[in-house]
C-alpha cells in the first residue's frame, strides 16, 4: 500500500480542526483542568512568530521556513510535556492595501480580508499547530482599541530620570506645583534630553494659560506634538520612518523622499536609550541583531562646546551674538578644529549666510533635504558640501574658522553641528581634502609605523596630545578628562552622553491605520476618554489626501468628538487628529494580546501575562532588526513601568532564520529580427523569437559557432519565418548578434530543461517562438540564485509543491536545505529525495498492502538504532539544527530497514520523534499503531544511553591487507577465538581457495588480517 498523502494529510487537517487539538488553554480558563496539558501540569512555553503582513501574491516557499522552523519547536515542546503557546495573526493594517485601494476604489479591509484568506488556506495547507482561537488582526477595532488605550498612556506619561521609569504625567504636574521648574539645565529632565524651556516658579505655572502648560507638558509627554523633521514622500503623501526609506527613495514604490519640516506625533524612546542598550546584554538574541541596535541607538560620551560666530551685525536676520554648539567625544582634538560644519538643516544656516554666498547656499540645501538621513551617512564616496562665507572664533585660540554646510551633517544628531578635525576623523578628513582646508595633527600616534600622517585621518583613541596648548603631553584619555573640566570651568559647554537614535516619529498621513485617539479643542490636545475607544476608523470617499493637502482622514463627513454628557462642552464637535498610526504601532504589543487574546476588559489580565510573561522563542527575520524589535522593546519596558507588565524584555531567545532565494532560469533570446520581402521592399516582416540554448549561446557569446550551426539556425528561423508567411517567396538571410538573457517562470522548468509548449502558451508574444535546441532536442536554461521574487519568475509556491509532493515533504526539504540561519536557494529537483524517504518511512510499518506490526522484543542493533536516533533528534532540537535531522531520520529509516525492523518497541518511539516534522504521517502511523488519540500529546521518549553501548565490534576481515569483508564479535572475546571463529566462516574459506594462512593477525577490536 503506497502512501497516500494527499488524503491522509487532508484527513489529519480536518481532524485537528474537529478537535481544537492545538488549543492553548490558560489555567485561569475552566477547560483548563481537562485539557492535555492542564492534566500534565505542564509549564507554560511560548513560541512566536513574526506575524506576516498579507499581501496579495500569497507565500511562496521562502516565506513558511522560519514558521516551519518554530512549528518543529511548538510541536516538540508540546511532547516534552509543556503547556505551549504557538499563535499566529495578521499585521494588516499597511500602505500596500492603501495604494491597491487608490488605483481601484475597493476599500482595503476588503482587500486585506481576501489577503488573509489566501494566507491562512496556504497556512493550513503546510499543518502548522497553530492555536487559532487567539487570532489578532491589527485592523480589528477589538484590538485597536488597545493600541490606542497604550497610546493614551504614553501621553499621559513622562520619563522620571530621578526613579528612571516612566510615570504618570501628574507626578510632573505636582513637581511644577510645589516646586517650579529651573528651565534647561534642571534635573527634570525626560532622559538625556534637554528640555528648552524657560524655568518658572510655583506662582507662575499656576497662572499659565491651560495652553501654556500644554505647550510645557509636551516636551515632557512620552507622546507628543512638535515640529520635526520627516521623510516626506509627497507621490505616497505621507511620512515615512528612517528604516521605510532607501537610497534617498521609499522602500515601498521607490519613489522620492524628501526632508521637511512638519508638525508630527513623536514617541519619545529616546528617554529609554540607556536601557535599551544595558538590557541587550542579558537576552539570547543573535549577535547580529544586538551589534545592529547597539549601533542605532549609538550611544557616545563628550561634550558639547560653544564656537561663538564672528559678529557681522550688518547680516539681515542676525540678532545679536550668535553661537554654534557642537558635541565631541573627542575634546582632547579641540585645537585641531580647522572648520566648523552645519548640518543643511540646521536654523543658523539661513541666519549667517553671507549675501555673496546665498544662492549657493540655498542650492544645496535643496538638494541635501532630497537625501535620506541613511543615503546620507552611507555614501561616504559623495563629497558635498559648500562655505557660508561666515567665520565662527575658536574658543582657546581665537583664530577664524570658516562655518561649511555639509550633509555628512545630521540636524538630528548631536547639535546638527561638528567641529571638524580632519586630521583625526576621516568623514572631516574627506572634506577637508576635497575642499583644499587646512589639516592640522594635534595627536602623536603611539607607533611610527601607525597610518594617519598625512595619507588618512588617525582616528584612534590612543597617542600623546600635540599642538595643543595646555592639553599638551597629555595621552588622549587624560586629555579627554580634562579637555572637559576646562571646557565646563570656563562654561564653554557641559560634559554630556549623548545618542543617535531618535525619538520615533508616529504619524503617517494615510488611510489605513489606526486613528490617533486625539481631539483638538482651542487648537490643544486631548486624548480620549477609554470609555471612548475604540475611534473607529471612518468612511471616506477617497483614499487620497484632500485637495489642500490634509491626510485622507480629513474627508470624513461628520466625523467629529463630540463631549460625553455632563461634559461643559457637550453639543460642541472638535476636530479629530487626521494622521493615522505608524504600521509598527501594532506589532509592537501583538505578543501580549496572544496571551488573553478575547479579553474585552483591558489588553491582557494581570493573571495571563503573569503565567505567560513574555516569549521563550521568537522566530523571524532579522530585517526588522532596528524597527520593530526596538519598538517592541521600548513598548515593552514602558508598560513594565506602569506595572501592567512583570517582564523588561519580549522575549528571551530570538532566532532570525535565513532566506530562501530562488533559482532563476534563463532563455536566451536573439534580438528582434526582420526581413525584407523582394517582391515588395518597403515592408518589412517581423521574425518569430528566436531561442539559443544554454551550450548555443555560449558559443555565441565567445564567437565559437561553426559553420555548420550557423546555418541551421539561419535555415531554421527562415523557414519558420516562410510558414508564418507563406506569400513571401524569397527573403535575404541576416546576421546572428548576442543574445539576451531574459528570466522564465522556473514553473516550466524541470532539471533546466524548458517545457517548450508550456512557454509558448505563457506568453502572448512567445507564442510562435523558435527554439534552437540542443542536440537531443532539448532547451536547456541557464540558472542563478537569485531574491525569490515575482519580476524574476523564480517564485515557487508553497501550493504546488504541497500537491505535488506532499505538506511533511514540503516540511522536510525545507529544514533539509541548510542551516536555519543561513540563506539557500531553492531547487525542485532536490526534493525528490524527500520524497523517498517518505515513502520508505512508510514502508517500514507495512508490509505490501498489510500492516505490519510486531510485538516481539527488538534486538540489540535495533534499539541501538533508535535511541542513537532519539539522542541526535534531541540535541539538533534543542540546538535549532533542524537539517541535520532530517540526516539523522534517512539514516536510522536506512539502517532499520537493513534491520527488516517492524518492532513496535522502535516504531512507536520513531513515530514520536518524528512528528514534529512530519506531522501528518506521523499521526496516521500513530492511528495505525493502534492510539485513538493526536500523537501531539504522547511523551517524547528518552535516550537510554545502555543501548548505546558498544558491547561488540564489527572486525573488518582482510586478505593480504585487503578488506574482503566484515564480521561482528564481542569485544570480549580472546584474540585466539577471533582467530579460530574467522577461520572457520564459509567466507573465509571462500577467499583461501583451500590454501594454508601463513599467519593470521588479531588486533582486538580493531582488525583481522589473514597472509596467505
Known amino acids: 500500500m503506497e502512501y497516500n498523502f494527499r488524503e491522509i494529510e487532508k484527513k489529519w487537517q480536518q481532524y485537528w480542526k474537529d478537535n481544537k487539538t492545538f488549543k492553548t488553554y490558560n489555567p485561569t480558563d475552566p477547560e483548563y483542568a481537562t485539557s492535555h496539558s492542564g492534566r500534565r501540569g505542564g509549564a507554560p512555553y511560548y513560541v512566536l512568530d513574526m506575524f506576516p503582513y498579507p499581501s496579495g501574491a500569497g507565500l511562496h516557499v521562502g516565506h513558511p521556513l522560519g514558521y516551519i522552523a518554530s512549528d518543529i519547536f511548538a510541536r516538540y515542546k508540546r511532547l516534552k510535556g509543556f503547556n505551549v503557546l504557538h499563535p499566529m495573526g495578521y499585521d494588516s493594517f499597511g500602505l500596500p492595501a492603501e495604494q491597491y485601494a487608490i488605483q481601484t476604489g475597493q476599500h482595503p479591509e476588503i482587500t486585506t480580508k481576501t489577503n488573509i484568506a489566501r494566507y491562512r488556506e ?3 495547507k503546510i499543518g502548522f499547530s497553530f492555536d487559532w482561537s487567539r487570532e489578532v488582526r491589527t485592523s480589528d477595532p477589538n484590538y485597536y482599541k488597545w493600541t490606542q488605550w497604550i497610546f493614551i498612556q504614553l501621553f499621559n506619561s513622562w520619563y522620571n530620570k530621578k526613579t528612571n521609569k516612566a510615570e504618570n504625567i501628574s507626578t510632573l504636574i505636582e513637581l511644577f506645583e510645589t516646586i517650579g521648574f529651573k528651565g534647561t539645565e534642571d534635573d527634570i529632565l525626560t532622559g538625556d534630553l534637554e528640555i528648552y524651556h524657560d524655568g518658572f516658579t510655583v506662582n507662575e505655572w499656576n497662572d499659565f494659560s491651560e495652553a501654556t502648560k500644554e505647550q510645557v507638558l509636551q516636551q515632557f509627554r512620552l507622546a507628543y506634538l512638535s515640529d520635526t523633521m520627516v521623510n516626506w514622500c509627497p507621490q505616497l503623501g505621507t511620512v515615512l520612518a528612517n528604516e521605510e526609506v532607501k537610497d534617498g527613495v521609499s522602500e515601498r514604490g521607490g519613489y522620492p523622499v524628501e526632508r521637511k519640516l512638519m508638525k508630527q506625533w513623536s514617541l519619545r524612546i529616546t528617554a529609554y536609550a540607556d536601557r535599551l542598550l544595558n538590557d541587550l546584554e542579558d537576552i539570547d538574541w543573535t549577535e547580529s541583531i544586538k551589534e545592529a541596535q547597539r549601533n542605532w541607538i549609538g550611544k557616545s560620551e563628550g561634550t558639547s562646546l560653544k564656537f561663538k560666530v564672528e559678529n557681522q551685525k550688518s547680516k539681515e536676520g542676525m540678532d545679536g551674538e550668535a553661537f554654534i554648539e557642537v558635541f565631541t567625544t573627542r575634546p582632547d582634538t579641540v585645537f585641531g578644529v580647522s572648520f566648523v560644519t552645519l548640518a543643511p538643516e540646521h536654523e543658523l544656516v539661513t541666519k549667517i549666510t553671507t549675501p555673496a554666498q546665498k544662492k549657493e547656499v540655498e542650492e544645496y540645501v535643496t538638494f541635501a533635504k532630497n537625501r535620506s538621513e541613511r543615503e546620507r551617512m552611507a555614501d561616504v564616496k559623495k563629497i558635498t558640501g559648500v562655505f ?13 574658522v570658516p562655518v561649511w554646510i555639509g550633509d555628512y551633517v545630521l540636524a538630528g544628531y548631536g547639535t546638527g553641528a561638528v567641529m571638524a578635525v580632519p586630521a583625526h576623523d576621516s568623514r572631516d578628513f574627506a572634506f577637508a581634502k576635497h575642499f583644499g582646508l587646512d589639516i592640522l595633527q594635534v595627536i602623536l600616534p603611539p607607533s611610527p609605523l601607525e597610518k594617519g600622517l598625512g595619507d588618512e585621518a588617525f582616528e ?9 596648548g595646555f592639553l599638551d603631553g597629555l595621552e588622549v584619555k587624560r586629555a579627554i578628562k580634562e579637555a572637559i573640566a576646562v571646557i565646563e570651568e570656563e562654561d564653554l559647554g557641559k560634559g554630556k552622553t549623548n545618542y543617535r537614535l531618535r525619538d520615533a516619529i508616529f504619524g503617517r498621513q494615510r488611510y489605513w491605520g489606526e486613528p490617533i485617539p486625539v481631539y483638538y479643542k482651542d487648537g490643544i ?30 474627508r470624513a463627513k461628520d466625523w467629529k468628538y463630540t463631549p460625553l454628557s455632563g461634559s461643559p462642552h457637550r453639543g460642541e464637535g472638535f476636530d479629530y487628529e487626521y494622521s493615522t498610526m505608524p504600521g509598527w504601532a501594532g506589532s509592537s504589543w501583538y505578543y501580549l ?50 506595572g501592567l507588565i512583570p517582564v523588561i524584555e519580549p522575549a528571551k531567545k530570538l532566532i532570525n532564520q535565513g532566506m530562501i532565494q530562488g533559482m532563476s532560469a534563463f532563455v536566451y533570446r536573439l534580438p528582434p529580427l526582420f526581413m525584407w520581402g523582394r517582391d515588395n ?67 516550466i522548468v524541470n532539471n533546466n530543461v524548458l517545457d517548450q509548449e508550456s512557454f509558448k502558451n505563457w506568453r502572448e508574444e512567445y507564442k510562435n517562438a523558435i527554439f534552437i535546441t540542443e542536440e537531443n532536442g532539448d532547451y536547456i536554461c541557464g540558472s542563478e540564485v537569485e531574491k525569490m521574487s515575482k519580476s524574476k519568475w523564480n517564485v515557487v509556491s508553497p501550493d504546488a509543491m504541497v500537491e505535488q509532493y506532499g505538506a511533511d515533504c514540503l516540511r522536510l526539504y525545507e529544514m533539509f536545505l541548510g542551516p536555519l540561519e543561513l540563506s539557500k536557494p531553492w531547487n525542485t529537483n532536490g526534493i525528490t529525495g524527500v520524497s523517498t524517504f517518505i515513502r520508505k518511512l512508510w514502508r517500514l510499518y507495512h508490509n505490501g498492502d498489510v500492516v505490519n506490526i510486531g510485538n516481539e522484543a527488538a534486538t540489540k542493533s535495533e534499539l541501538k538504532t533508535l535511541h542513537k536516533t532519539i539522542k541526535k533528534i534531541t540535541e539538533d532540537i534543542e540546538r535549532f539544527s533542524f537539517n541535520t535531522s532530517v540526516s539523522n531520520f534517512m539514516i536510522c529509516v536506512n539502517e532499520l530497514t537493513e534491520q527488516k525492523c517492524n518492532k513496535r518497541e522502535i516504531l512507536e518511539p520513531l513515530a514520536i520523534i518524528i512528528a514534529p516534522y512530519s506531522p501528518h504521517i506521523a499521526e496516521e502511523l500513530w492511528n495505525i499503531l493502534g492510539h485513538t488519540e493526536s500523537i501531539t500529546y504522547a511523551a517524547f521518549p528518552e535516550c537510554k ?34 582467530e579460530k571463529e574467522v577461520l572457520a566462516l564459509e567466507q573465509t574459506q571462500k577467499y583461501l581457495e583451500g590454501k594454508i594462512p601463513k599467519k593470521v593477525i588479531v588486533v582486538p577490536n580493531k582488525i583481522v588480517n589473514i597472509v596467505v
Not at 611 to 623: H, P, S
Open 945 to 978: 544511553e545502555e543501548y548505546l553501548v558498544e558491547s561488540s565490534f564489527n572486525y573488518p576481515i582482510s586478505f593480504n591487507g585487503k578488506t574482503r569483508f566484515f564480521q561482528e564479535y564481542e569485544r570480549s572475546l580472546p584474540k585466539e577465538q577471533v
Open 525 to 554: 490636545p486631548h486624548v480620549l476618554n477609554e470609555s471612548e475607544l475604540p475611534l473607529i476608523l471612518p468612511e471616506v470617499d477617497k483614499y487620497l489626501p484632500t485637495e489642500t493637502g490634509e491626510p485622507p482622514l480629513a
Open 388 to 400: 557660508t562665507g561666515a567665520y565662527a572664533i575658536h574658543p582657546f585660540t581665537c583664530k577664524q
Open 122 to 124: 496556504q497556512l493550513d
Open 460 to 468: 584612534a583613541k590612543e597617542g600623546t596630545v600635540i599642538n595643543s
Open 681 to 747: 521592399d518597403k515592408e518589412k516582416y517581423k521574425l518569430p523569437f528566436i531561442f539559443l540554448s544554454k551550450s548555443l549561446n555560449e558559443k555565441l557569446n565567445k564567437k565559437i559557432l561553426n559553420l555548420i550551426e550557423i546555418e541551421t539556425i539561419k535555415t531554421i528561423a527562415i523557414n519558420e519565418f516562410k510558414k508564418l508567411n507563406p506569400h513571401i517567396k524569397e527573403v535575404f538571410s541576416f546576421d546572428l548578434s548576442s543574445c539576451s538573457a531574459l528570466h522564465t517562470d522556473v514553473n
Open 593 to 642: 494580546r496572544y496571551m488573553d487574546a478575547h479579553n474585552d476588559k483591558e489588553f491582557v489580565s494581570k493573571e495571563a501575562v503573569n503565567y505567560w510573561k513574555n516569549v521563550n522563542l521568537y522566530m523571524g527575520g532579522a530585517e526588522h532588526a532596528t524597527g520593530h524589535l526596538l519598538y517592541v522593546r521600548f513598548w515593552t519596558k514602558f508598560l513594565y513601568d506602569l
